[in-house]
């Protein structure tokens, strides 16, 4: 087709199907307006320019100016690019055009417009004067024009400006830029903001004072976007107002202020001022100060970063801009300053849904907050002692920071452009109605997609429309913000402590050792000789390692403690310095990499377990049917543990195995759980059937190492499981309660030892055996090793302590039959068999059944004895000096309280109630409701109790790597405890809180029961 044929619509881009009768309308439609329509295809939305226009020819044509619009369409391609390009790119804006038909000669004009022009042409539409108390230098006026009128008259005064400033920006003919660069339009929208408050001040200073004297100072302080001058075209414009006196006059001010600016411009919000909205909306410099010196936040002086004086009393803004000034630059150096970062930067990715994560520019992954973020954070940690990086917005402090050595030239470089890209994209989406959005179109919405890559001039290419080369471009650049965010903090700590790009930065030690306490590195300096270490290891192992350590790096800082993480890797590295697969693994699976970690940042338990089963770690990754942790079944573990072990003939090779394989499913199960892939229940049972395991395997092992091959046991020998190993509730800390029960075998006679019947030198041979076995048993496994603990408790055997290791059935039911306590019968409650002679087992179980279970329940003197042994258990079994609000097993509400209740309710009613006949108490706890022996609410009070306190009391041995049952008080070590249960760790506080409430609710329960 020749250049000088009007071609068809579809080749213009002009898709609707009135597109012709509207270029016919215009008289487009023949060879002589073709460059004209040429010039209007290249519009965003070319049919939306196009439908602009007629309606402003109309609305023109009743005022005669139409000729001389088209002429200047004709004649003037800057004229005619702007007025095309912000009529395709925003509907608003044309809405503006067609409704102010003269705003049209502001589009006349070549050049971008002034701060002075703005701030004129918004006074003047209120016809504002500067107020005589007003000093030189001060931006104080008083309007004229009051009221609606007032709000109107600023409303199209802010339009008018907007329009200059769009089309200027979208028409791609600023300094041979394809659009106005981002610094550029930030700071004029800014500018303009600026002005258009100024104005606001001028109508709300009319409306408060009338025609009195103004008898207060006030001046308002610019924060965030608007702060740094790098405004969107539709943000709220955060302020902070200072006056003297802070005065009801100067607060009526402020607040007419924020509502003539809020209805006729922007969302005006004083939320970042002290207190927040709950705080006083002006205050003096001196409450100011106060304010921060005593009870600010990390991010309040992170949001200082930002201000700057923006309009009324100008020396009042310039002496609170230098009193707090000063503080940004020392927050560094605050106790909580990591505990706050962290929590700001968790909030801000818990703003965004799940579902809009990858397409919100503004809080998504690889998004401007990261950019952001980063900078702000970089620029006050190495702010204090580097004055050239107290710069206000984000790209003028990245190129500071790439100028001071704290990043690299290229990474800043490609993280200025991967910003000023998503924030162009920003840009368009606003100017396209007006509204505060930061959200992409659904990238299979075409049409959508197409209008903004041509808003944001982006062409097709040979193989992609628009669309498609805009989707590409988002990927990578998205990818590129992520990548980029970890080398913005780590990469130049690496180069730090290598120096193999001795030109690229200029990283001191002192600022690494600052960088890192910033992060959370309570001993910065042994985390740069680790990461010195690590970096500088020798051949394809360092390459990986300064490959992958920035990645490493980032995620360790969100662990509790980075300090012992980073320990804690550099320790695996050097155990497994000759394991290829460890390296290369953590390279190829971020999954894995991010998750171990998490946990080495998090577990002594776990870090430990690791270094002597590192196999675990491979299991981290995620299988096609989800994380390969949890795709494990207990049964099978335990089968191939027995198996395992039980093929050594030597001893301590079998004891070695057993060891071995409960290593590694430890290290499993605490990595499931600590990684959220497990709860309470899952993780009890799970180790519950670990221990169940090792006791069959080393019962196995001790029987065949006691006999001459092929000779049989002169006993069986079954273990019968008491406490939380019976009810299948074992925790990281508890022991293993058992009993051993034996029957000999036949030929062998079968007497009641207690009464000295006849026979007794056969049983007693095996018994004797039988005892022997039960010790060896005990010892094998509680032999000394660094993994946690195997101690197998026989502290719950008739007699105690002083009773015999190992009894026959009929002796345990001679003696519960005569002896029993009640103590003991509440014991029996939990017993369940879990290892050895599988038949014998549950022949102990039908002989405890009779006890713990008898016809028409247990005696009223043995509740009241169970009663009273509860109290004297309160009153004397906490450790001296344990707070019991805070002691999960012994403390108020806790396990005990709540295990003892349960107890209770089934020695009471078990006889009428054969869903009590369990060993759980939580199933137990499920059938006390399930039959109306206590109200539902307070079982589930109850529920809620046991399963927050035995997760607490998980936590607490997974973050300390041994038995520990009182949760600390505030501080480092609460964090660590609520981040391994789950909370964010700046979240401590609420995790504790929670914790007191849910077993003070619990305590009312007990209390109840107990005394009912």
């Known amino acids: ?128 004067e500067p107020d005589p108390s007003a000093g030189p230098d001060d931006l104080v006026f008083r309007a004229e024009v009051t009221g609606t009128d007032a709000i109107h008259a600023l409303r199209t005064a802010y339009r008018d400006q907007l329009l200059v400033i769009a089309a200027h920006d979208v028409a791609a003919t600023v300094q041979d830029e394809p659009y106005v660069p981002i610094p550029t339009a930030g700071a004029l929208l800014s500018d303009l903001a600026d002005a258009a408050l100024t104005a606001a001040l001028a109508v709300a200073i009319a409306q408060v004072c009338g025609e009195a004297p103004l008898d207060v100072r006030l001046a308002v302080i610019a924060m965030g976007k608007c702060g740094a001058r790098e405004l969107n075209y539709v943000s709220d414009v955060d302020v902070i107002f200072v006056a003297e006196p802070a005065d009801s006059t100067s607060a009526r001010i402020a607040g007419e202020f924020m509502r003539i600016g809020s209805a006729a411009f922007f969302d005006v919000d004083a939320a970042l001022r002290p207190e927040g909205k709950a705080g006083a909306l002006t205050r003096t410099v001196e409450s100011h ?92 940690v190495h702010g204090r002692v580097d004055e050239s990086l107290r710069v206000q917005a984000t790209v003028e402090a990245l190129a500071a920071l790439t100028a001071g050595g704290y990043v690299g030239r290229d990474d800043g470089a490609n993280l200025s452009a991967s910003y000023q ?16 959005t930061h959200v992409l179109p659904d990238p299979d919405d075409a049409p959508a997609m197409r209008w903004l890559a041509r808003a944001a001039h982006i062409r097709p290419t040979s193989d992609l429309d628009a669309a498609g080369v805009l989707r590409e471009e988002l990927r990578s650049q998205r990818r590129r913000i992520r990548q980029l965010h970890e080398k913005l903090f780590y990469r130049p700590l690496l180069e730090s402590v290598t120096r193999f790009e001795a030109d690229e930065l200029t990283l001191s030690s002192e600022s690494a050792q600052r960088r890192l306490a910033a992060l959370g590195y309570a001993k910065p300096e042994r985390a740069l000789g680790h990461i010195r270490a690590l970096a500088s290891t020798a051949g394809r192992r360092g390459q990986i390692q300064l490959l992958i350590l920035p990645s490493l790096l980032e995620w360790i800082s969100r662990t509790p403690d980075p300090d012992a993480a980073l320990l804690n890797y550099r320790r695996l590295c050097e155990e497994l310095v000759d394991a290829e697969w460890f390296l290369r693994l953590l390279r190829d699976d971020g999954v894995v990499a991010q998750r171990l970690m998490h946990v080495l940042g998090t577990s002594a338990y776990i870090a430990e377990l690791l270094m002597r089963a590192p196999e675990v770690i491979k299991l981290y990754s995620d299988g096609a049917d989800g994380p390969k942790l949890i795709g494990v079944d207990p049964d099978d573990v335990a089968k191939g543990l027995v198996a395992s072990t039980v093929r050594r003939t030597d001893l301590k090779q079998a004891v070695a195995v057993a060891r071995g394989h409960r290593r590694a499913e ?64 074992l925790g990281y800390g508890s022991d293993a309660d058992v009993m051993f029960v034996c029957e000999p075998r036949q030929g062998c006679a079968r007497s009641d030892p207690l009464a000295g019947a006849s026979g007794a030198d056969d049983e007693t041979v095996a018994l004797k055996w039988a005892q022997t076995v039960a010790e060896n048993v005990r010892t094998m496994l509680g032999t000394p090793s660094a993994d946690p603990p195997l101690e197998v408790d026989i502290d719950l055997r008739p007699e105690g302590r002083n009773g015999p290791v190992v009894r026959t059935l009929e002796s345990y039911r001679a003696y519960y039959d005569q002896w029993a306590q009640p103590w003991e019968i509440q014991a029996l409650l939990r017993a369940h068999q879990v290892a050895g002679d599988n038949e014998l087992g549950i022949d102990f179980l039908h002989m405890a059944d009779r006890i713990r279970y008898p016809e028409g329940g247990v005696s009223p003197e043995a509740v009241r004895e169970i009663r009273r042994i509860k109290a004297r258990v309160d009153a004397e079994r ?65 529920r809620e109790a046991w399963l927050t306190a035995t997760k607490a009391r ?30 964010p760790a700046d979240e401590a506080s609420d995790f504790l809180e929670n914790y007191l409430r849910v077993t003070r609710r619990a305590k009312a329960v007990v209390t109840e029961v107990f005394g009912a």
Request: with cysteine.
């Open 1 to 128: 087709m020749r250049r000088g044929t009007v071609p068809s619509t579809g080749r213009l881009g002009l898709l609707e199907a009135d597109a012709g009768a509207n270029l016919a309308m215009l008289g487009w439609n023949t060879d002589e307006r073709v460059d004209v329509v040429w010039a209007l295809s290249r519009a965003a939305d070319a049919d939306l320019a196009l439908k602009a226009l007629v309606r402003l020819r109309e609305a023109l044509s009743e005022q005669g100016e139409w000729s001389a619009v088209e002429r200047l369409i004709v004649e003037d391609t800057g004229f005619r690019g702007r007025l095309f390009g912000v009529l395709g790119a925003s509907d608003a804006l044309g809405d503006h055009l067609v409704a102010e038909p003269t705003a049209w000669r502001l589009l006349t004009g070549t050049d971008l417009p002034t701060v002075e022009g703005m701030r004129a042409a918004m006074l003047g539409s209120v016809a504002a």
């Open 289 to 380: 100060i106060a304010y921060y010196k005593r009870w600010a936040k990390t991010w309040e002086f992170q949001a200082l970063l930002k201000a700057r004086a923006m309009c009324g009393d100008m020396a009042l803004a310039a002496e609170y801009i230098d009193a707090v000034t000063p503080m940004v630059w020392t927050a560094a150096e605050r106790d909580d300053f990591v505990v706050d970062v962290q929590a700001m930067r968790r909030r801000v990715e818990s703003l965004v849904p799940a579902d809009l994560r990858e397409r919100n520019l503004k809080l998504g992954s690889g998004s401007l907050r990261d950019v952001e973020f980063a900078v702000q954070l970089l620029q006050m």
């Open 421 to 436: 890209f998503m924030r162009l994209l920003e840009h368009r989406l606003q100017l396209q109605r007006l509204s505060r």
């Open 666 to 729: 430890l290290a499993r199960i605490a990595s499931a759980d600590i990684l959220g892939m497990l709860d309470v229940r899952e993780v009890c049972a799970a180790l519950s059937s670990v221990w169940a395991a090792v006791l069959n395997a080393a019962l196995q092992v001790v029987v065949a190492e006691s006999l001459p091959a092929g000779e049989e046991p002169p006993a069986r020998i079954a273990v019968i499981g008491m406490g939380r190993l019976g009810g299948g509730e």
């Open 878 to 942: 906490l450790p001296r000096g344990a707070d019991p609000a805070l002691h999960t097993k012994l403390g108020r509400g806790g396990l005990a309280d709540v295990e003892w209740t349960v107890q209770l309710v089934q020695l009471r009613h078990a006889h009428d109630h054969p869903s009590l006949h369990n060993t759980s108490t939580l199933q137990s706890l499920d059938a006390i409701a399930a039959d109306g022996l206590l109200p539902q609410e307070q079982v589930d009070l109850l």
């Open 954 to 983: 998980n936590a607490l041995v997974l973050v300390r790597g041994k038995p520990v049952d009182e949760l600390p008080g505030p501080g480092s070590a609460l964090r660590a405890v609520a981040f391994a249960a789950g909370w």
